[in-house]
Nanobody
């Protein structure tokens, strides 16, 4: 059974940083595209960043470039999302998703496996 488990969310002040983790069980990320999405209350789930495991190619939502960084750890079979200079508008549930293949899709329907999400709240 495939499981993606996100962790690392929490409450942080504006300007702070968090690092989210997405660990997989029942699945090896090799050959997969793995992405982070987020969903704020009352809003659509939106693409944040993605990485193709095999070569490390990355993509980001244009509005988040420079603040967020996606990376991977082969040994830990884990994908990370480093979030810096956080703003209140970054408050959302952050989800990890994966699909076999090299294409980093920006639409949620392109992903087969999803985690349960981790809450990130940016507030003073």
């Amino acid at each position: 059974q495939v499981q993606l488990v996100e962790s690392g969310g929490g409450l942080v002040q504006p300007g702070g940083s968090l690092r989210l983790s997405c660990a997989a069980s029942g699945l090896t990320f090799s050959g997969y595209a793995v992405a982070w999405f987020r969903q704020a209350p009352g809003k659509e789930r939106e693409f944040v960043a993605g990485i193709w495991w095999s070569f490390g190619n990355t993509q980001y939502a244009d509005s988040l470039k420079g603040r967020f960084t996606i990376s991977k750890d082969n040994a830990e079979n884990t994908v990370y999302l480093q979030m810096n200079s956080l703003k209140p508008e970054d408050t959302a549930v952050y989800f990890c998703a994966a699909v076999l293949g090299s294409t980093i899709r920006r639409n949620r329907s392109g992903y087969r496996y999803w985690g349960q999400g981790t809450q990130v709240t940016v507030s003073s």
